[in-house]
């Protein structure tokens, strides 16, 4: 299959979107819903000046409409990394399966990584397509008590790429919490992109007034990750997301047959745990890499179904405790 460039059509509904602007947004566009819109430093030259000046000004008149549609989501958890490659989807998918081992658990795992989906892949659901009701978009559900939301139930195939600058990922990210029709969830997990992009600052400033519980971090033990987390951290405060606590992940190699375990990103400063301290942030703990765990994901089963005595699922189970500890909920 070729990869190519492809815009969704996110307009099939009744609203138009505002960032559906004529030519693509150059760069430093302050955002065509923005204050500044059409009047940055940016705009000046820019083919869509006209168009963007004449949007609408002021509080943005989706956020109630957002606040309303999580109403009845109790926990909204981001999942956050540094830098890519440490696992951060991979966590993600495996805390949805393990919150949705609790029957009495509602889940739903949001996937914000525009331009690379891959919670539908490791959800075993990839194939499925999102329907539209007059409650909104219904999410993919994978188990009864877990559903998912990802860009990549539109695309026509596996292999398309989404080219996006900013405003049009803004757009998407405000539909995915204004229309998604959760019902009621327990838990929502937000997976993200790695770094601080385009992605966060959206997500950040639509969920404010809906109230995000805060942010699970996730890195590996060496220390260019660490360097990366601490950007991450940092962000955090600025933007006054709580973080819920740091968990390091990859932290030992499991042997899948002896199941001994052996370091392979060796922590010269003294890892996650050294740096959790360091910060004044809860450390929830390690997770060491058992390389069945790519083996469920490719095959979208849950690891801690598949291999429930690995000592990788063991130390997952405890970042759950912990993070449903550091909400409130047990
Ligand atoms: S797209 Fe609109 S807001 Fe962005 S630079 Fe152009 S005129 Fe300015």
Redesign the pocket.
């Known amino acids: 299959m070729s990869s190519a460039e492809v815009i969704p059509n996110f307009n099939s509904g009744s609203e138009q979107l505002k960032g559906d602007?004529k030519?693509p947004?150059?760069e430093?566009?302050?955002?065509?819903e923005?204050e500044?819109?059409?009047?940055?430093d940016?705009?000046s030259g820019?083919?869509?000046?006209e168009?963007?000046?004449s949007l609408p000004k002021g509080p943005d008149p989706d956020i109630p409409k957002i606040v309303e549609n999580l109403a009845n989501i109790k926990h909204k958890i981001l999942v956050l990394s540094g830098k890519g490659g440490v696992g951060k989807s991979t966590f993600s998918t495996m805390l949805s399966w393990a919150l949705s081992a609790d029957e009495n658990l509602q889940v739903g795992a949001m996937d914000l990584d525009i331009c690379g989906p891959s919670l539908p892949h490791m959800l075993g659901c990839l194939r499925e397509v999102i329907h539209e009701s007059n409650s909104g978009w219904t999410p993919v559900y994978v188990a009864d008590n877990l559903a998912t939301m990802s860009i990549q139930f539109m695309l026509p195939d596996d292999d398309s790429a989404i080219i996006w600058r900013g405003?049009k990922k803004d757009q998407l990210i405000k539909r995915f919490l204004k229309d998604v029709d959760w019902d009621y969830l327990d838990y929502l997990i937000i997976d993200t992109p790695p770094g601080t992009s385009d992605e966060h600052i959206s997500v950040n400033k639509y969920m404010k007034e809906s109230g995000i519980d805060g942010a699970l971090v996730i890195t590996t033990p060496q220390e260019v990750a660490l360097l990366d987390v601490r950007k991450e951290i940092d962000f955090c405060r600025k933007a006054g997301i709580k973080i819920l606590g740091l968990v390091e992940n990859m932290s030992g190699f499991v042997c899948p047959g002896c199941k001994g375990q052996s370091e392979i990103f060796k922590p010269t400063t003294g890892g996650g745990k050294a740096l959790s301290e360091e910060l004044g942030i809860k450390f929830f703990g390690s997770v060491p890499l058992d390389p069945r765990i790519g083996k469920s994901c490719d095959n979208g089963n849950s690891f801690l179904d598949d291999y429930p005595d690995s000592p990788a699922s063991i130390a997952i189970l405890d970042v759950v405790e912990s993070l449903r500890d550091a909400v409130g909920d047990v």
Do not use: T, V
Request: with cysteine.
């Open positions: 602007l030519h947004e150059p430093h566009c302050p955002g065509p923005s500044n819109a059409g009047k940055g940016a705009c820019c083919a869509n000046q168009i963007c000046e405003s």
